[in-house]
């Protein structure tokens, strides 16, 4: 499974933005799929989650009730809808698979997943 990740770019606290991770191989449809970020000198933290069939979602505590995470299987992409941005979401934002076929999430750490795609950034202005 090959990610490439894209939508970043600047956005002003309290606006919103709409990430994108569009994969190519046959067994995409078969993974739980993660968004995850990173800032200078941080670890990679996990964003949110969603199951194979999006059946199931989970969030990180600092993005709950902001950011939503989805997916359309048919197009092959994850989405990240960023609402109620804030400054500290500021980062390079980084899509995740890892094939499995459980009904919930237990991927919530980098070491979790087996497929990666390369970053995106997104900058928040207050």
């Known amino acids: 499974v090959q990610l490439q990740a894209s939508g970043g770019g600047l956005v002003q606290a309290g606006g919103s933005l709409r990430l994108s991770c569009v994969a190519s191989g046959r067994t995409f449809s078969r993974c739980v799929t993660g968004w995850f970020r990173q800032t200078p000198g941080r670890e990679r933290e996990f964003v949110a989650a969603?199951?194979?069939?999006?059946?199931?979602?989970y969030y990180a505590d600092s993005v709950k009730g902001r950011f939503t995470i989805s997916r359309d299987n048919a197009k092959n992409t994850v989405y990240l809808q960023m609402n109620s941005v804030k400054p500290e979401d500021t980062a390079v934002y980084y899509c995740?698979?890892?094939?499995?076929?459980?009904?919930?999430?237990?991927?919530?750490?980098?070491?979790?997943?087996?497929?990666w795609g390369q970053g995106t950034l997104v900058t928040v202005s207050s």
């Open positions: 995740a698979a890892v094939e499995s076929a459980y009904g919930f999430i237990t991927h919530t750490r980098r070491a979790d997943y087996t497929y």
């Open positions: 969603i199951t194979w069939n999006g059946g199931s979602t």
